[in-house]
């Protein structure tokens, strides 16, 4: 094997390589890495969005954005809500008026009503216990406002919650989930890392809230 490398190393240049980016793709990067981080910093505040209207309704202060969509415009509470009706577990946050603060869709109004279809109302809704749900999600966890439904041809708790996609952590009276998503996710990731059930639900604690500043999540979650 040695032998080959060696003649390969001998054998005489007559095409001159050209040299790519491939070659050594940090160094071309470290002339550019002020402009990375500037627009990283950017981030931070509002970017382009500096209008006090919402974008949508064009009525109402703009004063959120969410981390989750594919949008860095912001909107008002209201709209927030609307835009996150099929999206209940996306992170949002809200201008102070000098930077931004996490803050939850709960927080806005938005209800998740289960065992209707989004466009559908229940007429016998039935909030969770202590109206305060919590979804986990590969994002983090969740304080949610979620309304079982109680009409007559209602199924029972779990099954409403199983037909959202969410696999709920007790069979009786359940008051926390976790989405489909982050079980195929945790399994997925099993194939590949030994990380255990145990660090891979503190690593969300921590998406959540890196440095403990929310203390009645720290509580929830023990
Ligand atoms: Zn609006
Ligand atoms: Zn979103
Ligand atoms: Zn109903």
Redesign the pocket.
Known sequence: MDGHVDAIDDAPVTLKQKCTTADNPLLMWLSDHDEYLAEMLRMDGRGDYTSHTCCKCASAPALFQCDDCCDMQLYCGDCTVCNHLRSPTHCIKEWTGSFFMATSLKKLGLRIQL??AISES????RKSSNDNFLLIDTNGIHKMAVDF???ET?QTHTKQLLRMGWFPSTTVDPRTAATFWLLHHYHILSFESKASAYEFYHSLVRISDNVGLIKKVGVLLG
């Open positions: 065992g209707h229940c007429i016998l809704p439904c109680a009409c209602s």
